[in-house]
């Protein structure tokens, strides 16, 4: 928490100083001095507000803080602007008047800053302490947790008393044990509210603790101390599995790019160069999905990656059999034409959408569901992650049973692996090689999907991804899926297990010399195919 | 673009027909990849300067004679520049280039613009410790963008430093002149932490993780961050995802601008921050007026201006003053007449070309606001003129560049009174 020193400072000089003045004023008067000024002046006032006690002051300094507080230019009236760009509805901030559309310049907005942001929280959260909604209820006390204050004590331990929701009643139970040792109670007090934060995460601990390592009573020192290093000891223990998340979710992102390719590389033999390229197209079609649903119908926002899924397979799997019905069977058994001829067409693609599209980044948004991060002991899991590596797991066994059980997938085997007698059984082995490629082609589709909720949409995506899915399947095995899915999970994880102490470059470079000596020793990969079509 | 071939062509048959006795047209050459992983920056610098040389062409041109504008492709790739700033110097006979924009493409022309004794203005923010008397440096310098910034952050309360950067010359020059920095101020060697990852690094947990760690000890710490190009979309998608905001960890960056944000929801890195010379936030008459201008060239009112168009703003302005001063193009006369040429930027003040063939700038840091634009919250009180040289590097804190004859010189040692650097 950078800055609160000063903010706090700031708020003491206000708090002996103004009295007299802010009793004085009213809440139509302060606020009509804010776009006045700079952001100190701004904090200043914003002190002022809470401390009116009227009861409109929470709402102004919240669509303050949200930067939605805005001052109408005709009549000078302050509202709270809200919806999107060219659709605003303005509402009295003061007298809750709804003033239906805003034209878009006909107002002027408030600034805020950091720090005056800071002094938002921390002013609303006393303001807020037992407010009826329980979402700012807890918001008030996690304010009073980060800017801990003596002054809070008797508030928060009222709010408590009157708290029926556990999960709040901890978030204040703990703001008050930071409020406590903040005052000058006596010390056995203050042991009890170390015991109390020490049980936190470990970030609570430390960001509350580490200010009293050197406390003049040294019983209290002492048990900081000990709360401390507590913390830090779990959280070690947790950075294991921490690790071992990021590495699996690493790894997923990782199947994903690469299972496309373990098709059309690994079962077809065609070293595909623009696969990365397909990928990209994948993460354009959901940004145009999601461009038409917000000008269209932006009630459906949510649903915006389900109906890009199906399309981004469908479309991306087309523009698959179309570059094997144009170039690729023409080229079956030339490998390194077929390296420059993909090579070209990934060059195309990547020009032809950075002239529809323009070189800039697209904005792809996350659906809120998908949203948001939950904590389990001491690592958070995040949710587009979360949601990475659930679709990638379903996307892998839906293929594995694609190729296992349907009449498709034992056309498709036994194209690859002995195509005159397969011709000979009666099977259209062109149309089933478009087809394989064209799956190929949407499997990469489906993962731009999923990229696209990650990564930055620019033409250069797919650039990015296309060396480690090679690296992927050589190393899993060509030919072999379960091979692509261990060697993509294992890389994850070593990765992830290499960066915290070899830095993110260093950790690369060996990764890569362990491939490089890995396929010396093994040149088929980690499940090497077996039997006669491998030999061929 | 079509109405640009037009009106190429019709200067064409204007220069050689009814401006005929005025002279051939200035030819203007534009060194911007347009394709690869560079044209998502240097295409917009291709546009502007399009519009730049239109405008100039419908105020009569320059010396009378109109300007012709010469657009290249090198495609990302840096032998290509070299090879395509000998075609632009030799083969089309350009009188001036503005182009390049990563320090390994400005590395790689420098030997053909002193060969071939020719100009080029570079427009992009860089890590300094160069000075050479064919290029003018438009750019900010890290005294102009990087030290400001951590004063800034120092000034309010920061005492913990998390630098990271891309493994490439700008961010480890930088990190090496702002760690020296940091120093030098009294910040502790164990609170300053530099974390370098490759181009294009899309996965952040783990570094982020790492940060969470480190602005956790309850000592307010921020991140400077160098980190460049496409990279910067998961990093910020990382820190919004694992729930850092600004107030708890300020993000402070010199590679982020208006253009970068295009890509990203800027709602959840509200108060992160970026340090420049400009934002087309500022609110001034002369940038009100140069980005209605650039919305009625580009043809759409939703594109952004930034930093580097600015400099180019400034740099064809004043590379236009100095012609008009030496009544010629000829390179040797207008290096010379560059030097104390002053034209007004966009940010309300007067840039000038310093010896050094830097420019005065103001440093503006901005806070990332949710529509994508930045709100300024600190400016210098004056302008600042770039530093070639850093002052907090060893060895080149002795040298200084001034390229006025007698000295001509871009790298003279004040320690043993030679010119050639600090062997």
């Not at chain 1, 669509?63 to 999107?84: H, K």
């Not at chain 1, 060996?510 to 491939?515: A, E, G, S």
């Not at chain 2, 105020?59 to 520049?81: C, H, I, K, Q, Y």
């Not at chain 2, 420049?276 to 209605?292: G, L, Q, R």
Request: glycine share 10%; net charge negative.
């Amino acid at each position: 928490m950078p800055f609160r020193p000063l903010t706090l400072i700031a708020a003491l000089c206000l708090a002996v100083v103004l009295p007299f003045l802010a009793s004085a004023q009213t809440l139509d008067a302060l606020i009509a001095r804010l776009p006045d000024g700079n952001f100190n002046d701004r904090a200043a006032i914003v002190a002022q507000i809470a401390e009116t006690g009227d009861p409109r002051a929470a709402q102004v300094l919240d669509a303050l803080l949200e930067g939605e507080l805005e001052q109408r230019t005709a009549d000078g009236r302050f509202v709270r602007v809200t919806g999107s760009r060219n659709n605003q509805t303005a509402v009295d901030v003061l007298t809750g008047e709804d003033l239906g559309p805003v034209a878009r310049r006909s107002t002027e907005a408030v600034r805020v800053n950091n720090a005056l942001r800071r002094s938002i929280r921390t002013a609303l959260g006393v303001l807020t302490l037992m407010d009826p909604d329980p979402a700012r209820r807890l918001a008030a006390a996690e304010a009073a947790l980060r800017s801990p204050s003596a002054d809070q004590v008797d508030a928060l331990a009222e709010a408590m008393a009157a708290e029926t929701n556990a999960n709040i009643r901890t978030a204040q139970t703990r703001a008050h044990a930071a409020a406590v040792l903040a005052s000058d109670l006596p010390v056995e007090q203050k042991l009890d509210a170390v015991a109390v934060i020490g049980a936190a995460n470990a970030q609570i601990v430390q960001q509350t603790l580490n200010a009293y390592r050197n406390a003049a009573e040294p019983e209290l020192a002492a048990a900081v101390g000990e709360a401390l290093a507590a913390a830090e000891a779990r959280q070690r223990l947790w950075s294991q599995a921490q690790n071992l998340w990021f590495g699996l979710s690493l790894g997923s992102v990782l199947l994903l790019a690469a299972i496309g390719l373990a098709i059309t590389f690994g079962v077809m033999g065609v070293i595909n160069l623009a696969h990365g390229e397909l990928v990209m197209l994948g993460a354009y079609t959901t940004y145009t999905v999601q461009q038409i649903i917000r000008t269209n119908a932006p009630e459906y926002f949510g649903y915006s990656l389900a109906i890009a899924i199906p399309l981004a397979f469908l479309l991306v799997g087309a523009v698959g059999v179309l570059i094997e019905r144009g170039i690729v069977r023409h080229l079956y058994g030339r490998p390194l034409e077929t390296l420059l001829g993909t090579w070209g067409v990934s060059l195309i693609l990547q020009q032809a959408v950075r002239s529809i599209y323009g070189p800039t980044n697209r904005e792809v948004g996350t659906p809120d569901w998908m949203s948001g991060a939950w904590q389990i002991g001491e690592m958070t899991l995040t949710g587009p992650r979360i949601a990475i590596v659930i679709f990638s797991l379903v996307v892998f066994f839906g293929l594995l049973l694609l190729m296992k059980y349907s009449a498709f997938g034992l056309q498709m085997r036994a194209v690859t692996q002995n195509r005159p007698m397969a011709a000979n059984l009666g099977i259209r082995t062109g149309y089933v090689d478009a087809l394989t490629f064209g799956l190929g082609a949407g499997i990469a589709g489906l993962a731009g999907v999923a990229l696209s909720q990650i990564d930055n949409v620019s033409p250069n995506l797919g650039q990015g991804y296309i060396i480690d899915s090679f690296l992927v399947v050589v190393f899993g095995g060509v030919g072999n899926l379960w091979g692509t899915f261990a060697a993509a999970l294992s890389l994850g994880v070593a990765n992830k297990f290499l960066e915290p102490w070899a830095g993110a470059v260093l950790g690369k470079i060996v990764i890569l010399v362990f491939i490089i000596l890995f396929i010396q020793k093994r040149p088929r990969g980690l499940f090497p195919q077996r039997g006669r079509a491998a030999e061929g | 673009m079509k109405k640009l071939l037009l009106s190429t062509a019709l200067g064409a048959v204007f220069a050689t027909g009814a401006l005929a006795q005025e002279g051939e047209p200035i030819r203007v050459g534009i060194l911007h990849s347009l394709s690869g992983t560079m044209a998502i920056s240097e295409t917009t610098l291709r546009d502007v300067m399009l519009m730049l040389i239109e405008q100039q062409n419908a105020e009569g041109g320059v010396l009378g004679r109109p300007l012709e504008p010469v657009v290249v492709d090198p495609a990302s790739d840096w032998p290509r520049f070299a090879e395509l700033a000998r075609e632009l110097i030799s083969g089309q006979g350009v009188s001036v280039v503005f182009g390049c924009w990563t320090s390994v493409s400005r590395k790689s022309v420098l030997p053909v613009f002193e060969e071939l004794n020719s100009i080029l203005f570079y427009p992009v923010q860089y890590e300094g410790q160069e000075s050479q008397r064919n290029v003018f440096y438009t750019g900010a310098a890290p005294n102009q963008q990087a030290i400001p910034a951590v004063d800034y952050l120092l000034e309010n309360g920061v005492e913990r430093f998390y630098l990271a950067g891309t493994d490439y010359v700008y961010p480890r020059t930088t990190n090496q002149i702002l760690e020296a920095y940091l120093l030098a101020q009294g910040v502790a060697a164990e609170d300053i932490i530099v974390n370098y990852t490759p181009f294009g690094h899309s996965d952040w947990q783990t570094i982020v993780s790492e940060i969470r760690d480190f602005g956790s000890t309850g000592r307010p710490a921020a991140v400077v961050s160098t980190i460049n190009g496409d990279a910067n979309v998961p990093f910020y998608n990382e820190l919004a995802a694992q729930g850092i905001s600004a107030e708890d960890i300020p993000v402070i960056a010199f590679s982020v601008g208006e253009e970068e944000l295009a890509g990203i929801d800027t709602a959840p890195l509200v108060g992160h921050l970026a340090a420049w010379n400009y934002f087309m936030s500022v609110d001034t008459p002369e940038n009100e007026e140069f980005i209605d201008a650039w919305h009625a060239y580009i043809g759409s009112e939703t594109r952004v201006t930034n930093d580097p168009m600015e400099a180019h703003y400034i740099g064809f302005n004043m590379w236009v003053d100095a012609v008009e001063a030496a009544g010629t193009t000829d390179a040797d006369a207008v290096i010379d007449a560059l030097v104390g040429v002053a034209v007004p930027n966009l940010t309300g003040g007067l840039s000038s070309m310093g010896a050094n063939h830097h420019i005065t700038k103001p440093v503006l840091i901005g806070e990332i606001q949710a529509d994508g634009q930045f709100e300024v919250v600190w400016e210098t009180a004056g302008l600042v003129l770039g530093d070639e040289w850093s002052d907090y590097v060893t060895e080149t804190a002795p040298l200084i560049s001034d390229w006025r004859a007698p000295l001509s010189c871009g790298n003279f040692n004040t320690a043993t009174g030679t010119c050639g650097g600090s062997e």
